[in-house]
């Protein structure tokens, strides 16, 4: 028999034989996964049939893991019930229910380990976990579609977040659902990630940033949270087509932000649309602003931002504004615009500004916004703009849009 160096096989020769040496291993109700996981070499599968399974695995080498018929691994309420400790983990397919309930120890769901880069989780249910998947120093992670439900009767300083990243770069968060944890995802010195068509209700905060860059969040559903998105201490991040809503607290804070784009958002019947605190230099454009008790609170230096495009309509109050001197909002629409277009232009005329003596007076006297619309409030307001003397720090739009871009945004009405 002739006998080669390895130097002289093709590349496609030996990533043929690699193939053919991968085996596939199975598991079956009454048989043990960690069993074959022990016994699988790198670059096995292991099918797992449909049953459940009381056992923690530890995986310490390149496999996958695919389920068939949803089988459950249940971790019987102590410490992680998946721990990934390998790069290259496929896990698919799975139910995983049960980690402990230790915050020092950071139970998981599953718990990607630092290392164990380009680990692969997708269309799981993680249940009654305390963090449903934690992520740490680790690239190029991809988890999708999976559907997380945090321990729902504890309180939520007792839970875990329901994703979280810590020390991660490139990251895909794609398609998941999450529900019922601390915070749903919870980025932490974690770059280059994209965090797109997640759906996160009935949480804290939807998403809670730290020290994060050139992250982006696209496309995501948010809504019945104590916050939508909390994006703080961050710079170069894209913040474009999420639905924000019904939150009890903030849709959308931006706290000590820089360099970044929150566009073609909604943000609709939230305390706060937008919470707005030492950020400057970003690009806030295409939003619409619907329904929400303050449209925007914005304080804290938030200057030298460029905010236009946005619709702001029927909200309680339209701009919370404190600090010293005018901050220019240029062509924006303001549904409590009382200006005219006598040239036809689309635009008014006359400058809006926001914070003016009517808005200070219903701040003080609530009771005074039931007489928003009436010809004794909009004199008032005119009256207002003729003296300098009675004016106040404000929002000024020197060219406001007469009409709003967002045709459809008496659906987010009431939300």
Not at 254 to 267: A, F
């Amino acid at each position: 028999m002739l006998k080669f160096p390895l130097a002289a096989v093709p590349i496609t020769a030996l990533l043929l034989m690699r193939a053919v040496a991968a085996a596939t291993l199975t598991v079956h109700p009454g048989e043990r996964i960690g069993a074959a996981v022990d016994t699988a070499q790198p670059g096995d599968t292991v099918v797992i049939y449909g049953g459940h399974y009381a056992e923690n695995l530890r995986i310490t080498k390149r496999l996958t893991l695919r389920g068939i018929d949803r089988p459950v691994v249940d971790g019987n309420y102590v410490g992680d019930v998946i721990r990934v400790a390998a790069p290259d983990v496929t896990i698919d397919g799975l139910d995983v229910v049960n980690s402990g309930a230790d915050l020092t120890a950071q139970n998981a769901g599953i718990y990607v380990q630092p290392g164990a880069d380009r680990a692969a989780i997708s269309h799981c249910q993680l249940a009654y976990n305390l963090f449903g998947m934690w992520l740490e120093g680790s690239a190029d992670l991809r988890i999708f579609n999976n559907v997380i439900v945090g321990k729902r009767d504890l309180l939520s300083p007792n839970r875990g977040n329901g994703i979280q990243l810590y020390n991660t770069t490139g990251a895909q968060i794609v398609g998941n659902t999450i529900s019922y944890s601390r915070d749903g995802i919870y980025v932490d010195v974690s770059h280059h990630a994209l965090f797109k068509g997640n759906t996160i209700h009935n949480v804290r905060y939807g998403t809670h940033y730290m020290n994060s860059y050139f992250n982006t969040w696209d496309g995501n559903d948010v809504f019945h949270n104590r916050g939508g998105l909390a994006i703080m201490e961050a710079r170069n991040q894209t913040v474009r087509n999420n639905r924000v809503w019904g939150n009890s607290g903030h849709g959308i804070m931006l706290r000590t932000v820089q360099d970044s784009v929150v566009e073609n958002n909604v943000v609709a019947g939230n305390q706060n649309g937008f919470f707005i605190y030492d950020a400057e230099y970003n690009k806030i454009h295409g939003n619409l602003v619907v329904g929400n008790e303050v449209g925007v609170h914005l304080w804290g230096g938030s200057v030298r931002n460029q905010v236009s495009g946005n619709d702001f309509i029927q909200n309680r109050q339209q701009i919370r504004y404190v600090a010293a001197y005018d901050v220019a909002w240029p062509g924006n629409y303001w549904s409590n615009y009382y200006g005219w277009d006598k040239r036809g232009r689309g635009i008014g005329d006359i400058p809006y500004k926001s914070n003016d003596l009517v808005d200070r007076l219903t701040w003080r006297i609530p009771a005074v916004k039931v007489l928003m619309n009436s010809p004794a409030v909009q004199s008032l307001k005119l009256i207002a703009q003729q003296f300098p003397l009675m004016t106040v720090p404000s929002v000024v739009d020197d060219a406001p849009r007469m009409q709003p871009a967002h045709t459809g945004w008496s659906q987010w009405m009431g939300k």
